[in-house]
């Protein structure tokens, strides 16, 4: 295993000191103030750092290991064949907006995705209306 990164941990700890506040004097019983957003993003951010370190360690592990088996010494410079870093990148930053998803209000959700709706609605018009194609499905041509 790719064992535990120590900048991910002070980074852990640091997001969780933050989210954490001493509350005022007069708001209450509890001594705290937390941010449950905040430490959910912090805690996503750990899992993801630490299953990505977990993944890569795997990986050149496995790859060591068969480059023995053929009877080639891992440490040995060879021409590099392309990288799985872009398809790293894309699933990770799937993996965090997903996480960022799951931790916004419900209500803030649904305004983001009437956005984008709109959004994509009026890249369709546009691209309909430099197609010369109706404006809506529900046109109908005279003549």
Request: charged share 30%; net charge positive; glycine share 14%.
């Amino acid at each position: 295993m790719g064992g535990l990164d120590f900048g991910a941990l002070l980074d852990l700890v640091n997001g969780i000191i933050e989210a954490t506040k001493p509350k005022d004097e007069g708001e209450g019983q509890g001594s705290l103030q937390i941010d449950y957003k905040k430490i959910g993003l912090v805690l996503l951010t750990f899992a993801g750092k630490q299953g990505m370190s977990w993944f890569l360690t795997n990986r050149r592990q496995k790859k060591e290991a068969r480059l023995l088996a053929r009877g080639i010494r891992p440490d040995s410079r060879r021409k590099k064949r392309g990288g799985k870093l872009l398809r790293g990148l894309v699933v990770s930053s799937g993996l965090g907006l997903v996480g960022y998803l799951l931790v916004m209000k419900p209500e803030e959700r649904e305004i983001l995705f009437k956005n984008i709706n709109k959004v994509v609605d009026e890249t369709l018009s546009l691209v309909n209306e430099v197609q010369g194609k109706p404006y809506s499905n529900n046109y109908e041509k005279n003549g």
